[in-house]
């Protein structure tokens, strides 16, 4: 079994910024631990009223001399939009979520109607594959030290591949085994820590599926989170639902423990959000979970989320509202918040045994 040797790779990928005393979160004997279901009680921290988080997925190496620009020309490519973010707003903290092997020549299929002609889906599916090892992370060390030398920002998993190399392509876990996820996560972990870049113990899953075959082997792995829903159309209100894409039924403004025992994330916010929607959940106490993509364009494929000039400039103005909202607002992490819930049941369950006699 693989949690001893991989234990130590769980630190905290946080700043100084983060407390990393706070940011380890991987229990002991977690799969022994008491399934774990509803919103954490105390997610927030004491003072605070409301939080808000940002993410960036699809983080890989590639450059603008490859298919995209994925992460791979550094503070010149895409990630640029991010240093002006966080040069401008001192409070705000990133989560980005990097695949270990990125394996996808596109994200996404451009011309849909293709994949109805299965020789074509198994062609188009063959030939966007790239090779095993072209965008592996430990291949790339400036890529790696510049996202070490990040301020605020924090590592979190993006699949080993984000290619199941069938039609979709990027939902790679979607008909996996357990042995499939273990001897995945296994492989993303040793291309991590042979490319020594240290991570917060999470996972946005691509395209935002998580099946109980992969949360097992991530609870077993010792991984305490997951940002596995997305809504962006729902109301928002005190115990509002997600129902938009990944795993719906959760709550769509509060973390909760799904799969007996990780945390999931619902992102309620993109490039398409309305400020109004972000106070609503502010003033509903909740947690504004944001979330980009660091591709815009591939072929002719352009995400609404993705990184731009526009959207960046929405960010500024969204982030300048934040910071009108006062000290209550919690500026923070998906790793940071796992880690904070995490703890708190530790804590609790010596606290429960001791009482029962
Ligand atoms: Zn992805």
């Known amino acids: 079994m693989m949690l001893g040797p991989v234990r130590h ?22 799969a022994a631990a008491p399934e774990l279901a509803g919103i954490p009680r105390g997610w927030l921290p004491p003072g605070k009223k409301a939080a808000v988080v940002f993410t960036i ?28 973010l966080l040069a401008t707003h001192s409070r705000l903290r990133a989560t980005l979520f990097v695949t270990a092997d990125w394996r996808a020549k596109l994200p996404s299929v451009s011309r849909p109607r293709i994949m109805n002609v299965p020789g074509l889906r198994r062609l188009w599916c063959e030939w966007n594959t790239l090779p095993a090892g072209t965008m592996r992370i430990d291949r790339f060390p400036r890529f790696v030290e510049f996202l070490k030398g990040l301020s605020g920002v924090e590592i979190g998993l993006h699949g080993l591949t984000d290619n199941r190399r069938r039609h979709p392509t990027h939902l790679e876990y979607l008909d996996a085994s357990e042995a499939d996820c273990r001897r995945s996560l296994a492989q993303i972990f040793e291309i991590f820590h042979g490319a020594g870049l240290p991570f917060v113990p999470g996972m946005s899953p691509p395209g935002w599926h998580v099946g109980p075959e992969l949360a097992t082997a991530m609870r077993e792995a010792g991984l305490t989170f997951v940002g596995s829903s997305r809504d962006l159309v729902s109301p928002v209100h005190r115990g509002a639902i997600s129902n938009m894409s990944g795993l719906t039924g959760t709550s769509l403004i509060e973390p909760q423990w799904v799969y007996g025992g990780l945390l999931n994330f619902t992102t309620n916010y993109q490039a398409t959000s309305t400020i109004d929607r972000a106070k609503a959940i502010v003033d509903n106490g909740g947690l504004l979970a944001i979330k980009a993509h660091v591709i815009k364009k591939a072929g002719s494929h352009v995400a609404l989320d993705g990184l731009d000039e526009e959207y960046c400039d929405h960010l500024h103005v969204l982030f300048d509202y934040l910071e009108t909202v006062g000290a209550d607002l919690w500026w923070t992490s998906m790793g940071e918040i796992a880690a904070r819930c995490v703890a708190a049941q530790e804590a609790e369950v010596p606290a429960r045994e001791a009482n029962d006699p």
């Open 9 to 30: 790779l769980l630190r905290p990928a946080t700043q100084p910024a983060f407390k990393p005393g706070a940011q380890h979160g991987v229990p002991s004997a977690r």
């Open 57 to 84: 997925d699809d983080v890989h190496p590639g450059t603008s001399r490859d298919s995209y620009e994925a992460g791979g020309d550094l503070g010149h490519g895409q990630l640029r939009f991010l240093l002006r």
